[in-house]
């Protein structure tokens, strides 16, 4: 269950009553708490629609690729929305607030992003509309 939004690629999720921070795999969404530096383009739009794909009390699916935390201790996973199945780090690329990002080994759904990604791309969507460059 979602407990908090983070920003546009960061979730704390209750997994069996502990909290955990969880970084959306496959997806890089542009800063917005980065420390003495102002928030990058489109990224307070993308934490907004975050929030809005993943109110409180959201019921999730952690997806888990081969490695499972990163170097800050974040669980790494993709999450499905349960009352609709919604791929949700998907749906964050293709409509254009984050850009696609690949770490090995944890490229599951790689090829599925970088076509979301230049699908939003085409449709000059979100980010790729906003931001210059």
Do not use: F
């Given at each position: ?80 929305r349960l009352d609709d199945d919604l791929f949700v780090n998907y749906d964050i690329l293709r409509q254009g607030y984050a850009q696609p990002l690949t770490i090995d080994p944890n490229t599951i759904h790689a090829a599925t992003f970088a076509t979301a ?17």
């Open positions: 269950m979602v407990e908090r939004v983070v920003d546009g690629d960061t979730v704390d999720i209750r997994i069996d009553g502990t909290e955990e921070r969880v970084r959306l795999i496959g997806i890089d969404t542009p800063e917005t708490q980065k420390l003495d530096s102002p928030a990058e383009c489109y990224g307070s739009e993308a934490s907004t629609y975050t929030e809005a794909l993943l109110p409180v009390g959201t019921r999730v699916r952690l997806e888990r690729d081969t490695v499972g935390r990163d170097h800050y201790g974040r669980l790494l996973g993709y999450i499905h990604a230049r699908l939003a791309e085409a449709d000059n969507l979100g980010l790729w509309a906003a931001c210059a460059g």
